[in-house]
């Protein structure tokens, strides 16, 4: 069955410093895989997300993530990390199937130090 | 666009009561999608709709229905609240195509007491 992990419950930076959120999928095909955050109280906003092409792809608020076949995984980065990047973080992966319906990793919180 | 909306934004139920939860999209989208997030969980999907009429379900449905007359609109029935379904109920809708995201509503937070 098609799972995503993400081995990080937590993750504590500090502002300024880089970031790389792990996430590790498990899936027969090439995947269509996200990156979602998730602020205090909010819905989810989708930060970017990989179908093809080039494996390094950059999204919102100067995120971006590589994805590597060889290693089942889509690694989230941020060179500098902001205060206001304190959130949850989702890996996901749609099933591609009638339904695309999104499977979640359980999420990474990122906590920033001032 | 008001995108993805939900209400209510909070509710209480005591247990055995029944109640539904809203959910509409103004962006003319095919797949609707309802999941509930668990505290230090991800999501997981409870149903689904690829369009009018067309309902199924996914991974956790049991003590819930849902019913999809109308594009815009898929409401998420709860027959007989159980603590178990206290979480957090998203909605979200995609167009159709496979290179598409999902679009979340801001979320709905439930709790059976």
């Known amino acids: 069955a098609q799972s995503v992990t993400q081995p990080d419950i937590h993750i504590t930076v500090s502002e300024g410093a880089s970031l790389e959120l792990r996430c590790n999928y498990s899936?027969?095909?090439?995947?269509?895989l996200f990156w979602y955050v998730q602020s205090p109280g909010q819905g989810l906003q989708l930060l970017l997300k990989y179908f093809s092409g080039d494996t390094l792809v950059q999204g919102i608020k100067g995120f971006e993530a590589e994805f590597k076949r060889s290693q089942s995984s889509f690694n989230l980065r941020k060179p500098s990390v902001h205060w206001s990047d304190a959130a949850e973080y989702f890996c996901a992966v749609a099933e591609r199937d009638s339904s695309y319906k999104l499977i979640f990793g359980s999420g990474t919180r990122l906590l920033v130090r001032p | 666009n008001a995108g993805v909306t939900q209400t209510p934004k909070f509710r209480i139920l005591k247990i055995g009561q029944s109640m539904t939860l809203q959910c509409a999209q103004d962006?003319?989208?095919?797949?609707m999608y309802w999941y509930r997030q668990d505290p230090g969980m991800g999501l997981k999907l409870i149903y689904y709709?690829?369009?009018?009429?067309?309902?199924d379900k996914g991974e956790v449905p049991n003590g819930y229905n849902v019913s999809r007359s109308t594009t815009e609109d898929f409401p998420l029935r709860l027959e007989l609240a159980a603590p178990s379904q206290t979480s957090v109920y998203f909605c979200?809708?995609?167009?159709?195509?496979?290179?598409?995201?999902?679009?979340f509503g801001p979320g709905t937070r439930l709790t059976v007491t």
């Open positions: 962006m003319n989208h095919n797949y």
């Open positions: 709709s690829v369009g009018a009429g067309i309902t």
């Open positions: 979200a809708s995609r167009r159709e195509g496979q290179i598409y995201e999902q679009y």
């Open positions: 899936y027969g095909a090439t995947p269509y």
